[in-house]
């Protein structure tokens, strides 16, 4: 049995990490799924993923004369390494010096401690500078990479198509090693909405996640950690169960998508989810029902983008005496460019240009920051800039009210700076100089339930199988997005091509392989990762902006819905399930399934 946390969930069966249960009970939705007029299972198998980042895991460690370790290392969340080292080596953080860096490319991997609590020991025994960088190798063969998965889906329907029953089991290898599980709870944070996906009106459901140790990679996070396994096989078994049914996978899932309003702080109802709409613009522009040549399929695939909650997250913001403004944050750049997007929402809380704005990476005067995860940094960093800009906007207005010998109720906050009630115009910068010393402001914010917001992604594919070799080529894909408020289109549009590469990697190339528990695609010839060349052409289509969402995430979606849209327009031509990484001797060595419906 394994050692557990007082957060562990653990089964009474062996070698189990944690099993993290929702939902009904097994009678209510064994009751449900019996009673259902059509009911279905399939059981879908995905591979180990590495993230791919550019920049290796690496760190340096160096002891000052006065036995305090100053650290440099490529790890996204600095006040969870502390944890890790108070826990594992007993460092105090007054006896840490962390050192912040940019990060050469994240995508969940950069959370975790790897090296570095071995490289303080030996700095610490040898009394000298420890540097470890892990070659790709070693990356491939010890770093932590997304959990393979087993996951079974079990469905009831009515007779019109309406899902009244789902049960997702998905069985996580969790590889070795009690402590590098990714959190205390040793669970990934999207099993449960990764096992409803993106119909969340289902009346029963239950959601079983299963953490098993195995002798192989420890895994850790990656994009969507926990739900792009159940949310690719959720989407692929929608389609088998509409060609069992005789029906089109597009109106099945029409029928099924979310249709009730969105809760609001106030309880009143809330803007509704346009799920159809993204599933039917996606499949206008792939022309999912038009006439196709023969080895030509297309797929679709729908999927819930959300941001995780999390605890508390802190930032410092200063009007320095000159007007510039800088923004303190230990938020760490990992590549998304989310720095860029701190000053474009500082500069558009003051209205002022951009090179007026400083964003300084710190830990000083900060007590705790959760750190970079779960696609909830822009928008929760973003209300935490609204709340500092306005507490500052009052005090120099104060500051401005005091000056000319007026009730701060004269003075009122305008693009740029301060408008008296006689007409005077004052800039920032005028009324940060009536202050004796810079002005500042330090928030520490914890999350609250209207932080978190769910949109809707569809995306399309179009590929070409030869039937002869089993090649699969992908033509074309379209991507469609519910939006709220999108601070940088550029950066936006990174997050979706990024998210399609990842998303069919994971669908046709990607994947460790073992051998009795051994690595053996333990190099970059062995383990393939897409490049700008396997890049089909994408079209990118956003809804006009839902602005009552606020900002909404991006960065955990597209990958999950763009292996299954891959996949099920495979499953459009060769007529049977197919498991990824889809290969050419797989395609070729299937029995066919009966083709039925479109």
């Not at 195995?214 to 895994?219: F, W």
């Not at 078994?237 to 069992?244: I, T, V």
């Not at 333990?522 to 602005?547: C, F, Q, S, V």
């Amino acid at each position: 049995r394994a050692w557990k946390t007082p957060k562990q969930s653990v089964a009474d069966y062996p070698n189990c990490v944690s099993n993290p249960v929702f939902g009904a009970s097994t009678g209510e939705v064994e009751r449900a799924l019996a009673e259902a007029h059509h009911r279905f299972e399939h059981t879908f198998r995905t591979p180990v993923q590495h993230q791919g980042y550019i920049e290796p895991h690496a760190c340096l460690v160096d002891l000052d004369p006065h036995g305090r370790a100053h650290i440099w290392a490529s790890n996204k969340a600095p006040f969870l390494l502390l944890d890790y080292l108070r826990e594992g080596v007993g460092l105090r953080r007054d006896e840490v010096e962390l050192h912040l860096l940019p990060l050469g490319g994240d995508f969940g991997g950069k959370g975790s401690f790897m090296d570095i609590p071995l490289a303080y020991v030996l700095s610490r025994a040898s009394g000298r500078p420890v540097k470890m960088v892990m070659t790709y190798a070693e990356e491939l063969q010890a770093a932590n990479p997304r959990h393979a998965a087993v996951v079974t889906v079990k469905s009831g329907f009515d007779e019109n198509g309406k899902l009244v029953a789902r049960w997702t089991q998905s069985v996580y290898n969790s590889g070795a090693y009690a402590a590098f599980k990714p959190a205390l709870d040793a669970t990934l944070p999207r099993v449960r909405s990764g096992g409803l996906g993106a119909y969340i009106d289902v009346p029963v459901w239950r959601v079983d996640g299963h953490m098993v140790y195995t002798n192989t990679v420890p895994c850790g996070h990656m994009r969507a950690p926990g739900g792009a396994q159940p949310i690719h096989a959720i989407e692929c078994h929608m389609d088998l169960c509409a060609r069992a049914m005789g029906m089109d996978p597009l109106e099945l899932r029409l029928i099924n998508a979310p249709r009730h309003p969105r809760a609001t702080p106030s309880g009143e109802d809330g803007s509704r989810p346009r799920a159809r709409e993204v599933l039917q613009v996606a499949a206008e522009a792939i022309g999912l029902h038009d006439p196709r040549p023969d080895g030509v399929g297309r797929g679709i695939a729908l999927v819930d983008v959300a941001n995780s909650p999390a605890t508390d997250y802190t930032a410092a913001m200063i009007v320095e005496r000159s007007g510039r403004i800088v923004l303190g944050t230990p938020i760490i750049e990992q590549g998304s460019g989310m720095l860029t997007a701190f000053r474009q929402m500082v500069g558009e809380a003051f209205s002022i240009p951009l090179d007026g704005i400083s964003i300084e990476q710190t830990m000083e005067g900060i007590e705790y920051d959760r750190g970079v995860g779960g696609s909830r940094i822009t928008r929760i960093v973003g209300r935490m800039i609204g709340v500092l800009a306005e507490r500052l906007q009052a005090r120099l207005a104060s500051l401005v009210a005091a000056e000319f010998g007026l009730d701060p109720s004269h003075i009122a906050v305008v693009p740029g700076g301060f408008r008296i009630s006689d007409g005077r115009f004052l800039t920032v910068g005028e009324a940060a100089s009536l202050a004796e010393t810079d002005v500042a402001e330090l928030l520490r914010y914890e999350p609250r339930p209207e932080d978190s917001v769910e949109t809707f992604t569809a995306i399309a594919a179009e590929v070409h199988v030869d039937r002869e070799t089993g090649h699969v080529d992908v033509r074309r894909v379209v991507s469609a997005h519910e939006v709220g408020r999108v601070i940088n289109r550029t950066m936006h549009q990174g997050q979706i091509e990024g998210g399609l590469a990842q998303g069919l990697g994971y669908a046709l190339m990607e994947g460790l392989r073992f051998e009795d528990g051994r690595v053996v695609t333990g190099n970059l010839h062995e383990y393939k990762l897409p490049t700008a060349a396997d890049m089909p052409p994408l079209r990118t289509i956003r809804l006009d902006p839902d602005l009552s969402l606020g900002i909404t995430p991006i960065g955990e979606g597209p990958n999950c819905a763009a292996s299954a849209a891959v996949v099920n327009a495979i499953v459009d031509v060769v007529a049977h399930q197919v498991d990824i990484p889809v290969t050419s001797e797989a395609l070729l060595g299937a029995t066919p399934m009966p083709r039925t419906g479109c």
